[in-house]
């Protein structure tokens, strides 16, 4: 796989995925919006793991800031520009909006689909031509970030969460017959800055609900190496997704009404 392209890696599953990439000697290239955040980041993983690393601060809720991130997804070997081809693509970045919809602006709720969906979309897109421009089948892997939200009816944040699903199973069909592949993964409760940031409150929820980055992204990682697309991390989540696809639409809406707003 190469050069790998993470965005959101500058914290929780972003900087997890990072070190996994590097631990198994994968250079990467860092999106997300702090700068800061990203030199130190970038500057670590050079020391600590000897990969390089390069930096894109990017709003992914910015068209302008997503054609950089997509630009550098075009690079192929020999085209002059002396960047290494990204070989996977991680769409990685994504918040909480911790507030039922109506109740929340319609620019935060336009800024969760432009990182969510419209980012995703254009990068999967660059990302997938580049590619499959390499040799004659085509060479590399897109992992979508998804959730087990998608099975529920968790409003804004699990619509988001059910198209990156779809989306990628759509694009592995695409995909088959090529060595280009589509992975979504979709994570229970996660232990990362995801509910601080969205100002959701999780003090009531047991330590065995939770997984830990390390856990969720080993899972990614091993799906796309076997060119799996769908994948949802540990027994718990696993269970708890197939329960939710088979109970009646009204039992998964009753249950999420008790749940605390993602
Ligand atoms: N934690 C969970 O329980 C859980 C469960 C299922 C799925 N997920 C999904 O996992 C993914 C990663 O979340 P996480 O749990 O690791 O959360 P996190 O710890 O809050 O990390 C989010 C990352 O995304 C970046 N980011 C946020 N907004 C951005 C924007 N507008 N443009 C570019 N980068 C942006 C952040 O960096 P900056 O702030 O510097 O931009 C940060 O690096 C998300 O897609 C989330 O929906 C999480």
């Given at each position: ?40 980041m970038?500057e670590r993983l050079?020391w600590v ?214």
């Amino acid at each position: 796989m190469g050069t790998a392209l993470v965005t959101g890696a500058t914290s929780g599953l972003g900087e997890e995925f990072c070190w996994q990439l590097a631990a198994a000697r994968h250079d990467l290239v860092l999106v997300a919006r702090h700068r800061d955040a990203l030199d130190r980041m970038a500057e670590r993983l050079r020391w600590v793991a000897g990969v390089r690393a390069e930096v894109v601060p990017a709003d992914l809720a910015r068209p302008e800031d997503v054609e950089r991130v997509a630009v550098r997804l075009d690079a192929q070997r020999g085209d002059g520009t002396g960047l290494a081809p990204v070989g996977l693509l991680v769409n990685n970045a994504g918040f909480g909006l911790g507030r039922p919809f109506l109740e929340d602006s319609l620019g935060r709720e336009q800024a969760a689909l432009d990182v969510m969906v419209r980012a995703v979309m254009v990068l999967s897109h660059r990302a997938g031509r580049a590619m499959l421009a390499r040799g004659s089948r085509g060479h590399g892997a897109i992992l979508n970030v998804a959730s087990v939200a998608a099975d529920t009816g968790m409003g804004t944040y699990s619509a988001h969460k059910a198209w990156v699903r779809a989306f990628t199973e759509g694009l592995s069909v695409e995909l088959a017959g090529s060595d280009v592949t589509a992975t979504a993964v979709c994570p229970g409760l996660t232990r990362t800055g995801f509910h601080d940031a969205a100002g959701v409150d999780v003090s009531g929820t047991p330590g065995w609900a939770w997984c830990s980055a390390e856990q969720v992204v080993g899972s990614a990682l091993d799906a796309v190496r076997r060119g799996r697309v769908l994948v949802t991390p540990t027994p718990l989540y696993k269970a708890a997704g197939r329960a939710a696809r088979l109970a009646p639409r009204w039992a998964v809406r009753g249950a999420v009404r008790r749940l605390p707003h993602m």
